[in-house]
Nanobody, 116 residues
Framework: QVQLVESGGDLVQPGGSLRLSCAASGFTFSEYAMSWYRQAPGKERELVAVISRAGGSINYADSVKGRFTISRDNAKNTVYLQMNSLKPEDTAVYYC?????????WGQGTQVTVSS
């Protein structure tokens, strides 16, 4: 069956870095655009970054531009989110999503907490 498993979330101090991973299985990973979303307590889920099937097209939310980098390894069926210069407002549950047309899958999320 389809699975998206996020990992790498942790408690980190402001200014620190984390690398999130999302391992996919059960579908043809290279045919799907991949994205990272996040949801903070009491807020709606928001798009953080999206990468096209071959990685040639990437977009970021304005709030993370210059600090976060999305990448993918189609040989490993994995998408990554490198997060640098983390701020307390980056605290959220981070989810990965795969999409091919109307075919959409979500992971279960990984908690990122930025606090001193």
């Amino acid at each position: 069956q389809v699975q998206l498993v996020e990992s790498g979330g942790d408690l980190v101090q402001p200014g620190g870095s984390l690398r999130l991973s999302c391992a996919a299985s059960g579908f043809t990973f290279s045919e799907y655009a991949m994205s990272w979303y996040r949801q903070a307590p009491g807020k709606e889920r928001e798009l953080v970054a999206v990468i096209s099937r071959a990685g040639g097209s990437i977009n970021y939310a304005d709030s993370v531009k210059g600090r976060f980098t999305i990448s993918r390894d189609n040989a490993k069926n994995t998408v990554y989110l490198q997060m640098n210069s983390l701020k307390p407002e980056d605290t959220a549950v981070y989810y990965c999503k795969s999409q091919y047309g109307w075919d959409i899958y979500w992971g279960q999320g990984t908690q990122v907490t930025v606090s001193s």
